[in-house]
């Protein structure tokens, strides 16, 4: 008996151990979780040397092409000769994200490819030192998102297929980046964490660290602990992230869906994710990629991305759409327009998305609800016929409404439900949105 609580003590030791333990956010950082929650949608930008590759050709391939194309690193790192985005302009960047209606952007500040697209000083690996551009896309993307108010967070590539000192090697970036066959992690994990220090210092107040990567090399020390207080410690308010596809480590401030619904696993990256309390975030591609792949056509429309949106508020989970930029700096023109169309509905129906949490019936085939106040706004995106029976809601209803024009929906409450008559001339091809006002 005594041996199995000790053993079990140990593992909870070991488990804890691997993160920021006893980790208790401060006023701020609650704060920002709120704030955070309140946006709801978010633009997601993947830019780096391999946009110069364009894909290469593949589906799917983008920012994974060194590893994909085994390219070595003294070939690859070739590419930042060629990096000069003429075409960037950062108001370009930001308005369009504002227009499409949303209030914050990440962008990559490494990638796997180990490559820093900001001026960093513990690596000579970057833009600033490496690329006919020399400036600091980082820095100017910020001052642009200061400049029109939206917030910016950074990827950070825990996983790193150029530094020596990534040894042990995980599943990928192995032999054929011509690295010595040794290294020392915990220098790594020093130059990671160095990084970092600058992400959070040179540049102002940052929304997050949004990290990806670890489950490169799982069975790794990744020195979490370490490395999550420091960055509270930097920034208080910063929120981290992770996509280690687990229940969120403690010091994590929000918890990542992949191209998935909470719960959902559809892509099968999220097979037995937990969904926890903190604040939820769902990220979607609008093709295959999400670097910039000249080969891929697969775009969703923006219905799918509005309906996708609007299931994951329903979760009260954010959404975050991703852009890969091409290599002079400009924004693919497919996604301009369909970033356009997604800000002209939010531009109308935003009140049903921002500043709502959850509704109080969870998401189904026929669509989902949020909650604002004393409103639920039901969001019904799929309905074959004119009525739809819906769990009665936990409080009593003062009045349905049709969101669009406003006029009163017929209902009836029974035990078995609420029935809604929805009739066909009044259904919305995209989300037909009903507001329920309930008295208190
Ligand atoms: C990662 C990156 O590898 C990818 O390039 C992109 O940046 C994306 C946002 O994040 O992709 C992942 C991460 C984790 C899993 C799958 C893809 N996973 O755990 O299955």
Request: aromatic share 16%; no cysteine; glycine share 12%.
């Given at each position: 008996m005594r041996v199995i609580i000790l053993l079990s003590i140990f593992t909870i030791l070991l488990y804890s151990s691997s993160a920021q333990e006893g980790y208790q956010p401060t006023p701020e950082n609650l704060q920002r979780r709120e704030w955070y929650q309140d946006a709801r949608f978010g633009l997601y930008i993947h830019w780096g040397l391999y946009s110069i590759m364009a894909g290469g050709g593949d589906q799917g391939v983008a920012e994974w092409i060194m590893n994909n194309k085994k390219i070595p690193i003294k070939q690859y790192e070739k590419l930042a000769g060629f990096?000069?985005?003429?075409?960037?302009d950062p108001a370009e960047w930001v308005t369009m994200a504002k227009k499409a209606g949303m209030k914050y952007i990440i962008i990559t500040s490494k990638h796997h490819d180990g490559f820093a697209m900001y001026d960093s000083e513990v690596s000579g690996y970057n833009i600033v030192d490496q690329t006919p551009y020399g400036k600091d896309i980082i820095k100017k993307l910020k001052d642009e998102c200061d400049k029109q108010g939206i917030m910016l967070a950074f990827y950070y590539s825990q996983l790193d297929w150029h530094h020596p000192d990534y040894y042990p090697r995980g599943g990928t970036g192995q032999k054929y980046t011509g690295r010595p066959e040794s290294g020392d992690w915990y220098k790594y994990l020093d130059y990671m964490d160095a990084q970092l220090t600058e992400l959070l210092t040179n540049y102002g107040d940052i929304l997050g660290i949004w990290f990806d990567g670890m489950w490169d090399n799982r069975g790794a020390d990744w020195r979490l602990g370490k490395t999550y207080s420091l960055i509270h410690k930097l920034q208080p308010a910063s929120l981290i992230s992770s996509n280690h596809k687990r229940a969120p480590f403690p010091g994590e401030d929000m918890q990542k869906f992949e191209r998935d619904l909470p719960g959902e696993n559809t892509m099968g990256f999220s097979k037995g994710q937990p969904v926890s309390e903190l604040p939820l975030e769902v990220v979607e591609t609008m093709?295959?990629?999400?670097?910039?792949?000249?080969?891929?056509?697969?775009y969703k429309s923006p219905k799918q991305l509005i309906q996708t949106m609007v299931k994951a508020a329903g979760y009260g989970a954010n959404f975050v759409v991703n852009t890969g930029p091409m290599p002079n700096g400009k924004i693919q023109p497919e996604n301009v327009k369909t970033l356009m169309e997604m800000g002209k509905w939010m531009e109308k129906y935003g009140e049903t998305i921002y500043e709502t949490r959850k509704g109080p019936i969870g998401p189904k085939k026929w669509g989902a609800t949020t909650k604002k106040g004393d409103k639920v706004f039901v969001h019904i995106?799929?309905?074959?016929?004119?009525n739809l029976l819906i769990p009665n809601l936990p409080e009593k209803i003062k009045s349905i409404k049709f969101f669009d024009g406003g006029d009163n929906v017929n209902y009836k409450v029974s035990d078995y439900g609420t029935l809604l008559n929805i009739p066909k001339e009044k259904q919305n091809d995209i989300n037909t949105i009903l507001v329920v006002e309930l008295t208190k």
């Open positions: 990096f000069n985005p003429t075409g960037f093709n295959g990629s999400w670097g910039f792949n000249i080969n891929d056509q697969d995106l799929d309905l074959e016929d004119e």
